[in-house]
């Protein structure tokens, strides 16, 4: 059973850096698309990036376009979510998610089937 861990979330002042981890404990990491979303308190949960089984396609929320970027590095059954110049507005609790189709990159949460239980990401002013 595919179970996906994330780390890296912490507190950090605006304009700084963080680097999400999510690991994948299944054996069908390499052959499946990944998500990134996140949830701020009292707003539904926002599509925040995409990458493709060989990390050659990405998609990506407009809001993060330019400041996030996804990796994934296959042999160690990791994604990453690299977050730079981050501001207030980012704050949240941060997913990953394996998609159900293998090749879908795209941003609409039920292609993801099976979700990670999230870390907290916190931007102070």
């Known amino acids: 059973q595919v179970q996906l861990v994330e780390s890296g979330g912490g507190l950090v002042q605006a304009g700084g850096s963080l680097r999400l981890s999510c690991v994948d404990s299944?054996?069908?990491?390499?052959?499946?698309?990944m998500g990134w979303f996140r949830q701020a308190p009292g707003k539904e949960r926002a599509f925040v990036a995409a990458?493709?089984?060989?990390?050659?396609?990405?998609d990506y929320g407009d809001s993060v376009k330019g400041r996030f970027t996804a990796s994934r590095d296959n042999a160690k059954n990791t994604v990453y979510l690299q977050m730079n110049s981050l501001n207030p507005e980012d704050t949240a609790v941060y997913y990953c998610?394996?998609?159900?189709?293998?090749?879908?990159?795209?941003?609409?949460?039920?292609?993801?089937?099976?979700w990670g239980q999230g870390t907290q990401v916190t931007v102070s002013s």
């Open positions: 990458i493709s089984r060989g990390g050659t396609y990405f």
């Open positions: 299944g054996r069908t990491f390499s052959s499946s698309s």
């Open positions: 998610a394996q998609a159900v189709m293998r090749n879908y990159v795209g941003p609409t949460a039920s292609e993801y089937g099976v």
